[in-house]
């Protein structure tokens, strides 16, 4: 059964960062693409970044790019997300999980965890 913790959210202001973490059990880690998304209030949950099991290939989403970098430590079994300059409208529910990753999207495969909050004050 596939686990993941996500942890590193919290509070912080405009122009900010945050570095997101998340561990996984129960699956090769290292031979699967992973990835983070998002669900701010009131709205539905959009892929942020993934990332090929190598590391090799991301998926960056439009409104992030330059500014999250997604990682991953495959001995560690652990996901990265590094969030600079934060803006307000990054304020959601960041969860991680297991995807598929394709040219120009990735889709999770697996049920979603707790999810860690981020939220970016003005």
């Known amino acids: 059964q596939v686990q993941v913790v996500e942890s590193g959210g919290g509070l912080v202001q405009a122009g900010g960062s945050l570095r997101l973490a998340c561990t996984a059990s129960?699956?090769?880690?290292?031979?699967?693409?992973m990835g983070w998304f998002r669900q701010p209030p009131g709205e539905a949950r959009e892929a942020v970044s993934c990332?090929?099991?190598?590391?090799?290939?991301?998926y960056v989403r439009d409104s992030v790019k330059g500014r999250f970098t997604i990682s991953r430590d495959n001995v560690k079994n652990t996901l990265y997300l590094q969030m600079n300059s934060l803006k307000p409208e990054d304020t959601a529910i960041y969860y991680c999980?297991?995807?598929?990753?394709?040219?120009?999207?990735?889709?999770?495969?697996?049920?979603w965890g707790q999810g860690t909050s981020v939220t970016v004050s003005s």
């Open positions: 999980a297991r995807v598929f990753l394709g040219a120009h999207y990735c889709n999770a495969l697996d049920s």
């Open positions: 129960g699956l090769s880690f290292d031979h699967v693409a």
């Open positions: 990332i090929s099991s190598s590391g090799r290939d991301t």
